[in-house]
């Protein structure tokens, strides 16, 4: 194995510790609890979150990710939610990985993983935008397959 394809290995193998590090850690966006709350909450015609909009109507935008996020905090509370969020985003990135071998090599793949850990890291919160990126990469590494 040439020293290029090894130095390319083990920096895809740092950028998925870093991805991994980037996403553990505290919940610090009072959003995802505004999520939990709306999947708690009974299907209702007024608005759940706010008592002075109580009889208006209101559209929730992500519904199933409410729910699941509801789920989640109920069997295991943040540390499932960040854990789960975590996974999602690794295989959204194992994917596009996969999908991106035949364009670059190794060390080119783990120099632009890096850039993306390095971009994620101020701006990585739980959120529906993590599903989404992984069904964006589903579509992609099936639709080009």
Same mark, same amino acid.
């Given at each position: 194995?040439?020293?290029?394809?090894?130095?390319?290995?083990?920096?895809?193998?740092?950028?998925?510790?870093?991805?991994?590090?980037?996403?553990?850690?505290?919940?610090?966006?009072?959003?995802?609890?505004?999520?939990?709350?709306?999947?708690?909450?009974?299907?209702?015609?007024?608005?759940?979150?706010?008592?002075?909009?109580?009889?208006?109507?209101?559209?929730?935008?992500?519904?199933?990710?409410?729910?699941? !996020?509801?789920?989640?905090?109920?069997?295991?509370? /943040?540390? $499932?939610? %960040?854990?789960?969020? =975590?996974?999602? &985003? *690794?295989?959204?990135?194992?994917?596009?990985?996969?999908?991106?071998?035949?364009?670059?090599?190794?060390?080119?793949?783990?120099?632009?993983?890096?850039?993306?850990?390095?971009?994620?890291?101020? !701006?990585?919160?739980?959120?529906?935008?993590?599903? /989404?990126? $992984?069904? %964006?990469?589903?579509? =992609?590494?099936? &639709? *080009?397959?």
């Amino acid at each position: 194995m040439s020293s290029k394809k090894s130095l390319g290995l083990v920096l895809v193998l740092f950028g998925f510790i870093l991805i991994t590090l980037t996403g553990i850690r505290t919940v610090s966006n009072p959003d995802l609890f505004t999520h939990i709350a709306l999947g708690q909450a009974s299907a209702s015609a007024g608005d759940p979150i706010s008592y002075t909009m109580a009889d208006q109507t209101w559209v929730d935008l992500n519904p199933l990710y409410n729910k699941t !996020v509801a789920a989640l905090w109920s069997m295991g509370g /943040a540390p $499932l939610i %960040t854990i789960v969020h =975590v996974a999602v &985003l *690794l295989a959204a990135f194992i994917l596009m990985f996969r999908f991106g071998k035949e364009w670059g090599g190794t060390l080119s793949q783990a120099f632009s993983l890096l850039i993306c850990a390095w971009l994620l890291l101020p !701006v990585f919160n739980p959120g529906p935008a993590a599903f /989404a990126l $992984l069904f %964006t990469a589903l579509f =992609v590494f099936y &639709l *080009l397959q």
